[in-house]
């Protein structure tokens, strides 16, 4: 089984619709992170759960609300999205403080790849 | 403000070539580190290194290089003959943060740089 799971891996939704991503971690980490990744644009940092506290908000409108019941999940619920929200949403994984062998970067799922119309 | 520049969109070569792919920072901290990682048509962002900002020696991993100068803000990563396998979109990443204080990684990455290998 991989580290980071996404799914659904593709969704279609229109804008009046609410649907939520699901990612799940199985590499025993307590940081989760939502990115979006746009065409052409650098990725960008959505929200961070630290310990399944969100530690970081990064100017989200709020028809993204993110949930995370437990350090080894992560959601991000959407409703009435806009065209401009199509994107892949990227999750992420990193090991907490003070877990020895880290090297600091981030693991990461495949992606789901949203598309609103 | 805390910003990272691949000036290369997208690059493409024909097998066995060399590339070298930019990347340009920009940070007011002192203590940062730098991330160069992978995403195949998969999609999942593969990690490929970390360099800290008091390391500046090159470092070279089998076809893969990189060059870390701090005098121009630099994390340049070298392909040597280039393979199909090595066609993906290729990003660098800035961390300010240091890594284990908050117990998160608060990276900041470039657009990317696709790189097409052709045979």
């Known amino acids: 089984e991989t580290g980071v799971t996404q799914t659904p891996r593709h969704l279609v939704m229109g804008m009046t619709n609410k649907k939520s991503l699901k990612c799940e971690q199985h590499l025993g980490h307590n940081a989760m992170y939502w990115y979006k990744q746009s065409a052409k644009k650098p990725l960008e940092l959505m929200f961070v759960?630290?310990?399944?506290?969100?530690?970081e908000n990064n100017s989200v409108p709020s028809r993204f609300s993110p949930e995370c019941p437990n350090s080894s999940h992560l959601f991000l619920h959407l409703h009435t999205l806009q065209p401009e929200d199509s994107a892949l949403y990227l999750c992420a994984s990193s090991p907490g403080r003070g877990v020895g062998g880290s090297t600091g970067e981030l693991f990461f799922g495949e992606g789901s790849r949203l598309t609103v119309l | 403000a805390q910003k990272v520049t691949q000036a290369q969109t997208e690059i493409s070569v024909v097998e066995k070539e060399d590339v070298t792919l930019d990347c340009v920072y920009e940070?007011?901290?002192?203590?940062?580190?730098l991330f160069w990682y992978k995403q195949p048509p998969s999609g999942e962002l593969v990690f490929l290194i970390r360099?800290?900002?008091?390391?500046?020696q090159n470092e070279i991993s089998g076809r893969y290089s990189w060059n870390f100068q701090k005098s121009t803000s630099s994390f340049n990563f070298t392909i040597t003959a280039s393979q199909v396998v090595d066609s993906a979109v290729y990003f660098c990443a800035l961390s300010e943060e240091p890594l284990f204080s908050g117990g998160y990684n608060k990276l900041i990455f470039g657009a990317g740089t696709r790189l097409a290998v052709h045979p």
């Open positions: 360099r800290n900002s008091f390391d500046e």
């Open positions: 940070t007011r901290d002192t203590t940062y580190y």
């Open positions: 759960y630290n310990f399944k506290e969100q530690t």
